[in-house]
């Protein structure tokens, strides 16, 4: 069964970084593409961005691009999500979900989940 623990979460100063860590176990890292989504209250998961198998290929919606950045080490099992000039907007509930394939941005495509990790982001 995979397992996805998210970490670095807390609380951040507008205009502030982060860097979030997503560790997998239980399956074999690096057959994932892995997608970081966020979550804020009374709203759906909203798609931040995707990596490649071996790191090579990111993509990511225009709310994000030049802002955030997604990065793995397969040696570790771990995804990252650097995330700079932070905004009250960009506060909520992160999550990493793998896909053996293509990561789209629709949530009902992944099948596993981590319990996700808040940030807040003060103004």
């Known amino acids: 069964q995979v397992q996805l623990v998210e970490s670095g979460g807390g609380l951040v100063q507008a205009g502030g970084s982060l860097r979030l860590a997503c560790t997998v176990t239980?399956?074999?890292?690096?057959?994932?593409?892995m997608a970081w989504f966020r979550q804020a209250s009374g709203t759906e998961r909203e798609f931040l961005g995707a990596?490649?198998?071996?790191?090579?290929?990111?993509n990511y919606p225009d709310s994000v691009k030049g802002r955030f950045t997604i990065s793995r080490d397969n040696a570790k099992n771990t995804v990252y999500l650097q995330m700079n000039s932070l905004e009250p907007d960009d506060a909520g509930v992160y999550y990493c979900a793998p896909r053996p394939m293509y990561c789209t941005p629709s949530p009902a495509n992944y099948d596993h989940w981590g319990q996700g990790i808040r940030v807040i982001v003060s103004s």
């Open positions: 990596i490649g198998w071996t790191g090579g290929a990111t």
């Open positions: 239980g399956g074999t890292f690096s057959s994932y593409m």
